[in-house]
């Protein structure tokens, strides 16, 4: 899958800062967490990265995401109970905005790290095999 090696990293960076940490902080702190892991490892690491979203050419709205990794991948910080559809809608539609192809949600929840992984655009199905 498309990055497999770059978000293989970011998830495992992510489980250790949630097992250095643990449960409870703001996503600032995670967020910060994860610059200072992924910068040590070699990663080109924006924080707050602006997705500006346009419509019919005008501006119509701006945000910020938490992590933009080598130019490839956005990722989403949360700290809630759990994981909701509008937090998965959220990351899509910053790929949508962006143009990248990659961005992962992670939530550092009460007892774990939950992944979700998003694509911007589904891979084809391969054909069925004879």
Not at 22 to 48: I, P
Not at 61 to 90: C, M, N, T, W, Y
């Amino acid at each position: 899958m498309l990055h497999d090696a770059l978000t293989g990293k970011v998830i495992g960076v992510a489980y250790t800062v949630f097992n250095e940490l643990g449960s409870g902080f703001l996503e600032s702190v995670y967020e910060k967490a994860m610059k200072y892991e992924l910068l040590a490892a070699g990663h080109e690491v924006m924080t707050q990265h602006p997705i500006t979203v346009l419509y019919r050419g005008q501006v119509v709205g701006e945000f910020f995401a938490d992590l933009f990794i080598d130019g490839r991948v956005i990722v989403e910080l949360k700290a809630v109970r759990s994981l909701q559809p509008v937090h998965e809608a959220q990351l899509v539609n910053y790929l949508k905005a962006t143009g990248v192809d990659v961005g992962i949600l992670l939530n550092f929840a009460d007892t774990k790290v939950e992944v979700r992984r998003k694509l911007r655009v589904l891979p084809e199905a391969e054909p069925p095999g004879f």
